[in-house]
């Protein structure tokens, strides 16, 4: 077989310029398929940490309790089991959040304007900061230093006409359903996530449960910091498993397999819920203690992650279309090949080469190609993908949810890179294969006599 | 005591008996009482109410804009029905209340979806809730009274705080006609207790032996410049068949 490789090796360096062709043709296709998997992979990472700053985790266990044994409100008072729960996740999970939301409608001057309020306790959550893009003012404050503080998104803030430092109303319903109002000084004004719709306005936990009539200590949705974002999932399956052995009502409802309505229906539930959406309802059996419901950020940002996957396969798609005309280059330039080295194959069978050998020669000759050609790609995509993280994005707007701290990240995995390289090969081998073919089925004594 | 401080004197204590005897008239004043004759007056009991309602909302972003509204109550069932029939693009839309739950109906989807009677009505000023029967007697305590008029009126100005927490509006104030015991002015308070909506009920009809607002004014109070006013037409206490309140009549309506 070395001998065969070998042989192959010298013919590819015979035909240099040729090789540096094709090969040039499979690096490139290579570098664009390899910087697209690892950008979108980076930017789904980059997003799914970003929106764990502002969201406030992954992993979400939203509370409902009964009121007068009939109406379920949407609360979480006593957290001792939730608590209990994250010992069996504890070395995978970064931190816990409690946070409070509504939907709340924002009132200056004659402008009003409904939009999501989320309640964070700043004090406890030194990064929160870190996943907004401030455009205006600061978000550096917590509930003892300016209580009634919000940071409005840059959509709320234009259409209310408000600047930072000016005072907005706030009317919301507390958890029970009576009408409330508050009074927010804009502390800043950020970016969002434009069409996910997963962005809110913030102030401080304090505030917001006071207006939502709840008493101190209790909160709406429990979340949960995962330390690896592929392991969401798990972590996730996890607290289920150890909330369902405390004892707990636990619910969840993405994740249950049951008819599709009825999973829509109720996660639909969780999900307003989870963005303050939730209203009083009425329930026709009662039960004891806090119903939990358990939500994940993937499942939340599953649109996101669906437009990724598009983006991926569209992307291969495109590669395997490059491929399929480099092979069509890949099957011309071995015909000629074949063509020039007919007398020298005629020669190499009458001194007893096998067929199967000389089919041999020309696939590793389309491997050898395709291989010297798939590394320099990648070896370019890698020098591409060091020098865009390098550079600074952050001013660009609408691109800070997929930075990490205003840089690019690239992320690929050792099976992207495999299946790229295999589909790589694939195709060169399956290009060559007929020209290689039909220099093994030459006959000798014509292939000697043959004057081109 | 000179004739001029005796004067004084017998002033001063001319105006505490008369400060003392508004007192005691206000103690004597049985609010409760009044309260159940503003309910008993807006309560249509065993009676069916319908009517058209145009609703004109001016709303500074939106400007001006007129929706016609037919309304059935029937107040001993909780239930009321509402099918905007102008304008023209929102034709078909309606809301139906059985009991606890309340329905949004779109013609354009011909889905139902569940909403809240504290959420506004089609976006004004009014509240879903304004077109259902609420009981002030039963739903508020009262925390404060006085006498005193509003414009030509001789009113009771009563404080009314929710006894309990689901009530939409937690406080209110209300103004009502000492003559004819009927609502002239109600505001609406905050749980922190900012005012958030005046209603005005300056023109009543008299249907039967009920005296209904034939025209309410609903001023928001925290958005500047954002009212609606409803005014009543063919109003009625005849009889309803069951049917109307149900959903298979807001779909038959609506095509």
């Not at chain 1, 790229?420 to 694939?426: K, Q």
């Not at chain 2, 069916?48 to 109550?73: L, S």
């Amino acid at each position: 077989m070395w001998t065969v490789v070998r042989i192959a090796l010298r013919n590819t360096r015979r035909q240099g310029r040729r090789g540096v062709l094709l090969g040039g043709a499979i690096a490139f296709s290579l570098m664009v398929i390899t910087l697209l998997n690892a950008f979108t992979a980076g930017a789904v990472s980059n997003i799914k940490n970003n929106l764990a700053y502002v969201v406030g985790g992954h992993v979400f266990i939203t509370g409902t309790e009964l009121v007068d044994g009939r109406r379920e409100v949407d609360r979480i008072g006593d957290d001792a089991r939730l608590q209990a729960a994250l010992a069996a996740v504890e070395d995978r999970v970064v931190s816990v959040h409690r946070r409070s939301t509504a939907v709340a409608t924002f009132i200056f001057g004659s402008k009003a304007v409904t939009y999501a309020l989320e309640g964070v306790d700043f004090a406890a959550e030194p990064d929160f900061a870190k996943g907004l893009a401030v455009r205006e003012g600061t978000t550096v404050f917590d509930a003892a230093t300016d209580p009634r503080a919000v940071i409005l998104p840059a959509s709320v803030a234009e259409r209310l006409g408000v600047m930072v430092g000016e005072t907005v109303l706030v009317r919301l319903l507390t958890i029970t359903g009576q009408q409330n109002v508050g009074e927010l000084r804009v502390a800043a004004v950020t970016e969002e996530l434009q069409g996910f719709g997963l962005t809110a306005a913030y102030t401080s936990l304090q505030y917001l449960n006071s207006l939502l009539g709840l008493a101190p200590g209790e909160y709406q949705t429990f979340s949960v910091v995962v330390r690896d974002v592929r392991e969401i999932d798990t972590v996730a399956d996890q607290l289920y498993a150890a909330l369902q052995e405390s004892g707990a009502l636990v619910e969840r409802p993405a994740a249950q397999r049951r008819s599709r309505a009825e999973m829509e229906e109720e996660g639909m539930a969780v999900i307003s819920q989870l963005f303050g959406q939730g209203a009083v309802r009425l329930v026709e059996e009662p039960w004891e203690g806090t119903k939990f419901s358990l939500v994940t950020l993937n499942e939340l940002m599953q649109p996101v992650v669906s437009a990724m996957t598009v983006l991926d396969a569209i992307a291969r798609g495109i590669f395997v279309v490059l491929l399929l005309i480099t092979a069509i280059g890949i099957t011309n330039t071995f015909r000629m090949v074949i063509i020039e080295r007919t007398r020298e194959i005629g020669t190499m069978r009458a001194f007893g080469m096998q067929k199967s050998m000389v089919r041999s020669i020309f696939l590793w000759e389309a491997a050898l190609i395709a291989l010297a050609g798939g590394a320099a790609g990648l070896l370019a995509a890698g020098v591409i993908a060091g020098v865009v993280s390098s550079l600074d994005f952050s001013h660009v707007r609408g691109f800070e949810f997929f930075l990490e701290a205003g840089h690019v990240t690239m992320n690929i995995t050792a099976a992207d890179l495999a299946l790229n390289m295999a589909i790589v090969l694939g195709i060169c081998l399956a290009a060559a294969w007929l020209p290689a073919s039909a220099a093994a089925n030459l006959p000798p004594v014509k292939a000697l006599g043959a004057h081109y | 005591m000179t004739s001029r401080r005796r004067l004084l004197f017998i002033g001063a204590l001319v105006l505490a008996l008369a400060s003392c005897a508004a007192t005691a008239l206000a103690q004597e004043v049985d609010v409760q009482a009044i309260l159940r004759a503003v309910d008993e007056q807006s309560n249509f009991g065993d009676r069916d109410f319908a009517a058209v309602m145009t609703i004109i909302t001016q709303d500074p972003e939106k400007g001006a804009e007129k929706m016609v509204v037919r309304q059935f109550r029937r107040d001993r069932e909780n239930k009321f029905l509402l099918l905007i029939e102008e304008p023209r693009i929102q034709m078909g839309q309606g809301y139906l209340m059985d009991g606890d739950n309340l329905w949004f109906y779109d013609p354009e989807s011909r889905q139902f979806s569940h909403t809240s009677l504290k959420e506004n009505f089609a976006g004004s000023a009014a509240r879903n809730d304004d077109f259902s029967f609420r009981s002030l007697s039963e739903d508020y305590r009262v925390v404060g009274y006085e006498s005193g008029a509003l414009g030509a009126y001789d009113v009771h100005i009563i404080e009314l705080e929710a006894v309990r927490d689901d009530v939409s509006d937690p406080y209110l104030k209300v103004w009502v006609a000492k003559d004819a015991n009927v609502v002239l002015k109600m505001e609406s308070y905050s749980l922190t207790k900012r005012l958030m909506r005046t209603a005005l009920f300056p023109n009543y009809i008299r249907v039967g032996d009920k005296v209904i607002p034939r025209v309410m004014i609903f001023v928001d109070e925290l958005v500047q410049g954002r009212r609606a006013q409803v005014t009543l037409d063919e109003v009625s206490l005849s009889d309803l068949p069951d049917t109307v309140f149900t959903k298979a009549f807001i779909e038959r309506a609506s095509r």
